[in-house]
């Protein structure tokens, strides 16, 4: 089936830092999606996204949905030790009912 | 609370042996999905469900079955055709509109390792 882009694989970084990663599709998409999975748990769901140009934030974290459509990006600021997981990437196509997942960006923040 | 649980959280079996997972949902909603995840592998999902007594196979289906009996429940049985059920499954529900599937909500994972 069809697969999102998502980079960068993996990031360590120090805290206090900010954090970028993105998805890209090679199809439109009508929905972004970003969930981060802390080791063991199921994926959360951080921020959903439904027009194209949307700016959304969820405290330190920010994502928006690409003008062309076929991106999404997640920034994090000032990171902080808690951060430490996989962010996935999901989004839904205008072709397609169901929702893709990106392979996840595992996030590692060093104090 | 409204949620999706899965149990047991982890689950040991023998090689060749059959084993159901559990997913149970009270947030009424009509979609019920189940995926398997490997280290480096993302999501990659087995079955999915629309509505009661209907589920069709995602893009790793072989060697698993399901059922959806009730609305509220989606057992994932790992059959002895699974060469490899070692894995973190994630079960997760949403809801549908006009025939499309909206965000989806994650259990808190099963993990199976059989020895």
């Known amino acids: 089936g069809q697969q999102l882009n998502q980079s960068p694989q993996s990031m360590f970084i120090q805290e206090g830092e900010d954090v970028s990663m993105n998805c890209t599709s090679s199809?439109?998409?009508?929905?972004w999606l970003w969930y981060k999975q802390d080791p063991g748990e199921g994926p959360v769901l951080l921020i959903a996204?439904?027009?194209?140009?949307e700016l959304t934030s969820n405290g330190r974290l920010t994502a928006q949905f690409g003008i062309t459509r076929k991106d999404s990006f997640l920034n994090i600021s000032a990171s902080i030790p808690s951060d430490v997981g996989i962010y996935f990437c999901?989004?839904?196509?205008?072709?397609?009912?169901?929702?893709?997942f990106g392979k996840g960006t595992t996030l590692s923040v060093s104090s | 609370d409204g949620g999706i649980t899965q149990s047991p959280k982890y689950l040991f079996r023998k090689e060749g042996q059959n084993v159901t997972l559990s997913c149970e949902q009270n947030?009424?909603?009509?979609?019920m999905y189940w995926y398997r995840q490997d280290p480096g592998q993302g999501l990659r999902l087995i079955y999915y469900?629309?509505?009661?007594?209907?589920?069709q196979k995602g893009d790793i289906a072989e060697g698993y079955s399901v059922s959806r009996e009730k609305k509220e429940s989606f057992p994932l049985t790992v059959t002895s055709a699974q060469k490899n059920p070692t894995a973190f499954y994630l079960c997760?529900?949403?809801?549908?509109?006009?025939?499309?599937?909206?965000?989806?909500?994650f259990g808190p994972g099963t993990r199976l390792t059989v020895l």
């Open positions: 997760a529900s949403s809801t549908l509109t006009g025939g499309s599937y909206n965000e989806q909500f």
């Open positions: 199809s439109i998409f009508n929905t």
């Open positions: 996204l439904y027009k194209a140009g």
């Open positions: 999901a989004g839904r196509n205008q072709a397609g009912t169901a929702l893709i």
């Open positions: 947030l009424n909603h009509d979609a």
């Open positions: 469900s629309q509505i009661v007594n209907d589920f």
